[in-house]
């Protein structure tokens, strides 16, 4: 198959996009004598810095969806993983496990509800329903740049997602 060169107007809008993309990474270089410097930001507190994000950042929470969300995580406790497993009838941990392995057999089933241990397989499984279930457990992870008065500051906010109200922030 014979090479096809781009066209012009292919060629004309990736350099334009190019040049957007450059210009855009250069107003973080801009001096702006309203902001602080880089240094006088770190030195602030954590409560400092959330104090002059929300002064100086416009929709600074609004700006941590769409492109500024990076994921959410998920830490289960080992005391709440333990309480399953000892309380197996209170949390019908059976069924929570069977949720996650769909081929189990009933006389498996039975066994667990019976006291039997669990395989590796299956406390990994129950850690998945567990986690499924748990709608506050999770911790949303979303990150923008914060300009200061000669370039940019990126804060990493790590708080739990409260739908569509937004997020609360735990850390920065």
């Known amino acids: 198959m014979p ?7 292919a060629l004309a809008r990736r350099f334009g996009e190019y040049l957007s993309n450059v210009w855009s990474h250069l107003q973080y270089y801009r001096y702006e004598a309203s902001k602080l410097s880089k240094a006088a930001f770190l030195k602030l507190t954590h409560d400092e810095q959330e104090a002059w994000i929300k002064a100086n950042i416009p929709d600074d929470e609004i ?6 969300y990076l994921g959410c995580s998920y830490e289960l406790d080992e005391d709440t993983l333990e309480d ?3 309380y197996r009838d209170d949390y019908g941990l059976s069924g929570i496990v069977s949720s996650q392995l769909p081929n189990m057999t009933t006389e498996r089933l039975e066994k667990i509800d019976d006291g039997a241990d669990l395989t590796l397989e299956e406390v990994e499984a129950l ?7 748990d709608y ?4 949303i992870h979303s990150g923008q ?5 000669f370039g940019a500051v990126y ?4 708080g739990e997602d409260i739908g569509q109200g937004g997020v609360s922030i735990a850390e920065q």
């Open 3 to 9: 090479y096809k060169p781009p066209s012009i107007k």
């Open 63 to 68: 700006n941590l969806y769409g492109d500024n």
């Open 84 to 86: 399953y497993i000892e």
């Open 127 to 133: 850690k998945v329903g567990i986690a499924e279930d």
């Open 136 to 139: 506050h457990g999770w911790q």
């Open 145 to 149: 740049y914060i300009k200061v008065r």
């Open 155 to 158: 804060a990493l906010y790590v």
